[in-house]
Nanobody, 124 residues
Framework: QVQLVESGGGLVQAGGSLRLSCAAS????????MGWFRQAPGKEREFVVG????????DYADSVKGRFTMSRDNAKNTVYLQMKSLKPEDTAVYYC?????????????????WGQGTQVTVSS
């Protein structure tokens, strides 16, 4: 069992930056690929980025490539999402998720554990 807690969301102006964190409980954090997803009101939950167990590989959605950076610190049981050049269309609840595989997947149904989400609002 893995419990995930996101933090770092908030209100930011377009062009600004935010850093999200996701802290995981348990002693097997490094056994999970991790992903960030987001869901805007009235829209489906969408894949943002995933990272492999070791942190050596990442996979970004085209919409955030070059602006967002995902990283992980297995010693701290934490993953991060650094978001730059934010746009109003990035406004959503952001969720981190854990997947018991080596490589991250893009499908939300593949993930085993989810956090409660953190709201990111980008004003124009």
């Amino acid at each position: 069992q893995v419990q995930l807690v996101e933090s770092g969301g908030g209100l930011v102006q377009a062009g600004g930056s935010l850093r999200l964190s996701c802290a995981a409980s348990g002693h097997t954090f490094s056994s999970y690929a991790m992903g960030w997803f987001r869901q805007a009101p009235g829209k489906e939950r969408e894949f943002v980025v995933g990272i492999s167990r070791s942190g050596a590989s990442t996979d970004y959605a085209d919409s955030v490539k070059g602006r967002f950076t995902m990283s992980r610190d297995n010693a701290k049981n934490t993953v991060y999402l650094q978001m730059k050049s934010l746009k109003p269309e990035d406004t959503a609840v952001y969720y981190c998720a854990a997947d018991q595989r080596i490589w991250p997947r893009r499908e939300a149904t593949e993930y085993d554990y989810w956090g409660q989400g953190t709201q990111v609002t980008v004003s124009s």
